[in-house]
């Protein structure tokens, strides 16, 4: 059955502090992406790749930046973390092209105090 | 400004009856849309989706219908369950997005038994 799988559940940092959100597929997706998840919102997306080493922005980038060095793993960062990224966050995978469906991990609830 | 929107944050409908979502978009280029259901402590997972060169879609107890000269779409699904509890949020997006998806901001729906 397909898989995205991201490291933790619940994290817990402290404003300033570096983040980094590792997400993990093994369907041999090309593309990844990092939405977050806020109430009435919806989900924004912050970043997406279609191969390795490749990204682009998505509607929220601010204050994230993204790494792909292998084709399976997709990570998030946060530079400097701050209280207004205190948030659920969704990674995502798919194949080809828009109409092909995204395949979501569980979300990681960061906590930035 | 939100180009997908879901204006009921929460439904709440009883056992074997019909549950209505509703989505409304602004941006004309728009599509294709799809319909997407997230259970607590879960990562989204597809449900159904409509191209905009149809006005229905239907699978198993669950169909969509889209008004494109209203901007409107639906999800109805007939009957429903207390299984079907979750947030469904709909999501839009246009062949030349690349792989950008727009989300609504999504609608709890209570199916009490």
């Known amino acids: 059955d397909v898989k995205v799988t991201q490291s933790s559940r619940y994290l817990v940092k402290r404003t300033g502090e570096k983040v980094f959100l590792e997400c993990v597929q093994d369907?041999?997706?090309?593309?990844m992406f990092w939405y977050r998840q806020d109430p009435g919102l919806g989900l924004r997306l912050i970043y997406f790749s279609y191969d390795v080493k490749m990204k682009e922005k998505g509607d929220i980038p601010e204050g994230y930046s993204v790494s792909r060095e292998k084709k399976e793993r997709f990570s998030l960062i946060l530079e400097s973390a701050s209280t207004n990224q205190t948030s659920m966050y969704l990674c995502a995978s798919r194949m080809g092209g828009p109409e092909e469906k995204l395949f979501f991990g569980s979300g990681t609830q960061l906590s930035v105090l | 400004d939100q180009q997908v929107k879901q204006n009921s944050p929460s439904l709440s409908v009883q056992e074997g009856r019909i549950s209505i979502l509703n989505c409304d978009y602004t941006n004309s280029m728009f599509d294709y849309f799809l319909w997407y259901k997230k259970y607590p402590a879960e990562g989204p997972t597809f449900l159904i989706s409509i191209s905009s060169i149809k006005d229905k879609n239907e699978d198993g107890r669950f169909t969509v219908f889209l008004n494109k000269s209203a901007k409107h779409l639906s999800l109805h699904i007939v009957p429903s369950q207390p299984g079907d509890s979750a947030v469904y949020f709909c999501?839009?997006?246009?062949?030349?997005?690349?792989?950008?998806?727009?989300f609504g901001g999504g609608t709890r729906l209570m199916v009490k038994p």
């Open positions: 999501a839009a997006t246009f062949n030349n997005a690349g792989n950008m998806l727009t």
């Open positions: 369907m041999d997706h090309e593309n």
